[in-house]
């Protein structure tokens, strides 16, 4: 089992106010099989033992699912691996003697609340603007499987679908926009007959509240699919496009 020892060059950051600096911490006996965020644990037990403050991260599920464990390592949304989020991430992916610099996501939208945690809640009003269905459920709901649906739109709708929120189309982006999120979140109601009611008011209402949080508009360099941990295509800012268009005229 191969052994690594690493230098660790962290943003720290007390809250909103402070300016925060990138702090230097070293790192032994770090194990090639350790998942990024295993790598952190070590630090901060180490941290914890000597009375210092542990670096704050976010994380729930460690199983590429929740998206709350972003981090910009070594100026990549995710660090230097594909398809995978921070927590699938293993070090491996680093030699022994490296430094790895771990940064929060930049962008104005998503404010530091301390070190490498930022407020993502933007994503959530956005998806609270009109990223669901309403149904009247008192009794006279139609059964889905009994609508038709093209098998291609079923999967479309379920690729977008798969967007976990993240946010590493936004770090990623120069303009820091948030359409690939906005395009998924529109996309996989809009490719469904049973998003196709409120489609109009959709699309215009999260459209209105992305800009309103203060994300920036596509840059069209493709930065945010490649960072995706999972793939989701630049297809669904052009459906979210033509939606847009539909909807305003």
Not at 7 to 19: H, V
Not at 107 to 123: H, M, Q, Y
Not at 230 to 239: D, F, H, T
């Amino acid at each position: 089992m191969d052994i690594m020892n690493l230098t660790l060059k962290i943003w720290r950051q007390k809250g909103p106010q402070d300016k925060g600096r990138m702090v230097d911490y070293k790192v032994t006996d770090i194990s090639e099989h350790m998942s990024f965020l295993e790598m952190m644990d070590v630090l901060n037990e180490g941290l914890v033992a000597k009375n210092e403050e542990p670096v704050a991260f976010d994380h729930d599920c460690r199983e590429g699912i929740c998206g709350a464990c972003s981090l910009h390592i070594n100026g990549e949304p995710h660090g230097p691996d594909r398809g995978i989020t921070t927590c699938q991430l293993h070090m491996r992916m680093f030699n022994d003697g490296d430094t790895i610099h771990i940064e929060p996501w930049r962008a104005k939208a998503f404010p530091v609340i301390k070190d490498l945690v930022v407020d993502r809640t933007a994503f959530e009003r956005i998806q609270q603007a009109g990223a669901y269905i309403s149904v009247n459920t008192s009794g006279n709901t139609q059964d889905a499987n009994s609508i038709p649906i093209p098998k291609k739109d079923a999967d479309l709708s379920m690729d977008a679908a798969a967007c976990i929120g993240c946010g590493a189309c936004v770090a990623s982006c120069k303009n820091s926009s948030a359409m690939l999120f906005v395009g998924a979140k529109v996309s996989q109601f809009a490719l469904l007959p049973q998003g196709r009611v409120e489609a109009k008011e959709r699309v215009m209402n999260m459209v209105k509240q992305m800009d309103e949080e203060g994300f920036g508009n596509c840059t069209n360099t493709g930065a945010c699919e490649v960072e995706c941990p999972k793939g989701i295509s630049l297809e669904n800012i052009a459906r979210m496009n033509r939606e847009y268009l539909k909807a305003s005229i």
